[in-house]
């Protein structure tokens, strides 16, 4: 059997009550998009291009930094041309890509973020050891193992789609596609596809996270232990970032998933906005902590800038 590929396509929703004011709606979100593509594209061309920035804890931000760049370059085309000359059509082959993009994407994410505090973890608690440790193959296998989980497991539930049948309405309740949209317009069985990601994303989303804290508790006893008080400032400092990067990527989601899972008499509008702020806020805000908090970060920006040469 051919997947359902022929039949008529999906209908993308911008701001429904709201389609008069779209173009303007468009300003915000086009100057964020902007604002992503360039602060996460200036991150990763210091750290090609600075070597004091080849470090493992660099190699694990440059990863964040693309992955943010792939979510905001996966979900633009389709937001802006709702937004801008109100194209809503998407085909059935293209929605299928983009959600199976969108979702593996934050599911990388989210080992990233995992991957950067096993580095916070080595260097504190390992501080001798830490070169010997996080060597660049094992960083590079880390990143490799972090993008294959999230892309191959977001296949199961991806590829049934291609053969559903589709005979409810095919509007959207987005300006993107994403899995639990589409699967709510088919005619089948979708006993697989609701039942699957509430387990992956416990064994992602929800792991992660208790990883993550894990580790920053342990992190935490080794600075309790150092003596100096001024050394467990500055040591801890060197984990605000991620912090900061952590809170607001796991508090999006939940927040997210408390509005699908308890929300249903919310106005559609604050679903939407939910989503766009999970979609669009951590890859704004990441480049910006990152700048401030992080003095070598904040050192290769004013050389880039001010047009100096490093040594």
């Given at each position: 059997?051919?997947?359902?590929?022929?039949?008529?396509?999906?209908?993308?929703?911008?701001?429904?009550?709201?389609?008069?004011?779209?173009?303007?709606?468009?300003?915000?979100?086009?100057?964020?998009?902007?604002?992503v593509l360039s602060g996460n594209g200036i991150l990763l061309y210091l750290i090609?291009?600075?070597?004091?920035?080849?470090?493992?804890?660099?190699?694990?931000?440059?990863?964040?930094?693309?992955?943010?760049?792939?979510?905001?370059?996966?979900?633009?085309?389709?937001?802006?041309?709702?937004?801008?000359?109100?194209?809503?059509?998407?085909?059935?082959?293209?929605?299928?890509?983009?959600?199976?993009?969108?979702?593996?994407?934050?599911?990388?994410?989210?080992?990233?973020?995992?991957?950067?505090?096993?580095?916070?973890?080595?260097?504190?608690?390992?501080?001798?050891?830490?070169?010997?440790?996080?060597?660049?193959?094992?960083?590079?296998?880390?990143?490799?193992?972090?993008?294959?989980?999230?892309?191959?497991?977001?296949?199961?539930?991806?590829?049934?789609?291609?053969?559903?049948?589709?005979?409810?309405?095919?509007?959207?309740?987005?300006?993107?596609?994403?899995?639990?949209?589409?699967?709510?317009?088919?005619?089948?069985?979708?006993?697989?596809?609701?039942?699957?990601?509430?387990?992956?994303?416990?064994?992602?989303?929800?792991?992660?996270?208790?990883?993550?804290?894990?580790?920053?508790?342990?992190?935490?006893?080794?600075?309790?232990?150092?003596?100096?008080?001024?050394?467990?400032?500055?040591?801890?400092?060197?984990?605000?970032?991620?912090?900061?990067?952590?809170?607001?990527?796991?508090?999006?989601?939940?927040?997210?998933?408390?509005?699908?899972?308890?929300?249903?008499?919310?106005?559609?509008?604050?679903?939407?906005?939910?989503?766009?702020?999970?979609?669009?806020?951590?890859?704004?805000?990441?480049?910006?902590?990152?700048?401030?908090?992080t003095k070598q970060i904040q050192r290769s920006i004013i050389h880039l800038f001010?047009?100096?040469?490093?040594?």
């Open positions: 059997m051919w997947p359902n590929i022929s039949a008529s396509p999906f209908l993308l929703t911008g701001f429904p009550g709201l389609e008069t004011a779209h173009h303007w709606i468009s300003i915000p979100f086009f100057a964020v998009y902007v604002s090609k291009d600075d070597h004091t920035l080849h470090e493992p804890m660099y190699y694990f931000l440059a990863m964040l930094a693309g992955t943010d760049l792939m979510v905001t370059l996966t979900t633009m085309p389709t937001v802006m041309g709702v937004l801008w000359v109100n194209h809503r059509e998407i085909s059935h082959g293209a929605c299928f890509l983009q959600a199976y993009c969108i979702h593996s994407l934050s599911i990388v994410e989210s080992g990233v973020l995992l991957a950067m505090a096993f580095d916070r973890f080595i260097a504190i608690r390992y501080p001798l050891s830490y070169n010997s440790i996080l060597i660049n193959s094992r960083v590079m296998k880390i990143g490799l193992g972090v993008l294959m989980r999230g892309f191959v497991s977001i296949v199961p539930p991806i590829l049934p789609l291609y053969w559903f049948p589709y005979c409810h309405s095919h509007v959207l309740s987005h300006a993107f596609c994403l899995h639990q949209d589409v699967m709510k317009l088919a005619c089948a069985d979708i006993t697989f596809n609701r039942i699957y990601p509430v387990i992956l994303v416990a064994l992602t989303f929800f792991l992660d996270a208790m990883i993550i804290l894990f580790s920053y508790i342990l992190i935490l006893k080794t600075v309790l232990g150092i003596a100096s008080a001024e050394e467990r400032a500055k040591t801890l400092n060197t984990c605000v970032s991620h912090i900061s990067c952590v809170l607001i990527f796991y508090i999006t989601v939940i927040g997210l998933t408390f509005i699908h899972r308890f929300g249903k008499h919310a106005p559609h509008v604050v679903h939407i906005t939910m989503s766009y702020v999970y979609f669009l806020f951590p890859p704004f805000m990441n480049p910006i902590i990152y700048s401030i908090k001010s047009g100096h040469s490093r040594a």
